[in-house]
Nanobody
Framework: VQLQASGGGLAQSGGSLTLSCAVS????????IGWFRQWPDREREEVTC?????????HIAESVRGRFTTSKNDDEKTIHLLMNSLEREDTAKYYC?????????????????WGQGTQVTVSS
């Protein structure tokens, strides 16, 4: 499976950005896909993961809950991460990734695979 992220960039504090991830090579639609972010001097943090658009099959990290939402389009084989009310602490490199299960994502386990990442920078 190949993952191609896009949509990063510069935003002001309180602003919004949308990240997208295009998936290719997946033979089924029920994979667990989402985003993690990483800073140069910190461990990666899972941000969101999703199986489908039913809220029971999504996970959103507590640090971004209420500000970030995620959706999946199986027809277009893309997922989106809408980031609202951005904070300086959201500045990081964001990676689209696939996990083995929703539980694995929630635990912050190492993903099975990930794309090249896209930088998000939030200025005050």
């Amino acid at each position: 499976v190949q993952l191609q992220a896009s949509g990063g960039g510069l935003a002001q504090s309180g602003g919004s950005l949308t990240l997208s991830c295009a998936v290719s090579g997946a033979t089924q639609d029920d994979y667990v896909i989402g985003w993690f972010r990483q800073w140069p001097d910190r461990e990666r943090e899972e941000v969101t993961c999703i199986i489908n658009n039913d809220d029971r099959y999504k996970h959103i990290a507590e640090s971004v809950r209420g500000r970030f939402t995620t959706s999946k389009n199986d027809d277009e084989k893309t997922i989106h991460l809408l980031m609202n009310s951005l904070e300086r602490e959201d500045t990081a490199k964001y990676y689209c990734a696939i996990w083995s299960s929703l539980l694995s994502c929630r635990r912050g386990d190492r993903p099975l695979s990930w794309g090249q990442g896209t930088q998000v920078t939030v200025s005050s």
